[in-house]
């Protein structure tokens, strides 16, 4: 089992940054990959980026690459997401979520990942 709590949502002007928290528990948290995904209304669950248990590997959508960076700090149990120049098009429910097996490599579809946090609200005003 791993609970998964995201923070850092928010309101932002188009350009700005914002920096994304998943505190996750229950489960050795060096020990499996992680990604975040997001959803605007209407719109189906998109992958934005993963990263190995190791934080050595990373992934990133193309919609996102080079303007968000995904990390995390295995000591505190905390992955984060870096978001960079937001474009009103990033707004949407953020989303961080956990594998069920351990010591995967980099997991890109939803489909492949087992728990979930609740979601933070990003808007981007432009």
């Known amino acids: 089992q791993v609970q998964l709590v995201e923070s850092g949502g928010g309101l932002v002007q188009a350009g700005g940054s914002l920096r994304l928290s998943c505190a996750a528990s229950?489960?050795?948290?060096?020990?499996?990959?992680m990604a975040w995904f997001r959803q605007a209304p209407g719109k189906e669950r998109e992958f934005v980026a993963a990263i190995d248990w190791s934080g050595r590997s990373n992934y990133y959508g193309d919609s996102v690459k080079g303007r968000f960076t995904i990390s995390r700090d295995n000591a505190k149990s905390t992955m984060y997401l870096q978001m960079n120049s937001l474009k009103a098009e990033d707004t949407a429910v953020y989303y961080c979520a956990a594998p069920l097996d351990d010591f995967t490599t980099l997991l890109i579809q939803s489909e492949e990942y087992e728990y979930w946090g609740q979601g933070t609200q990003v808007t981007v005003s432009s």
């Open positions: 229950g489960r050795t948290f060096s020990s499996y990959a």
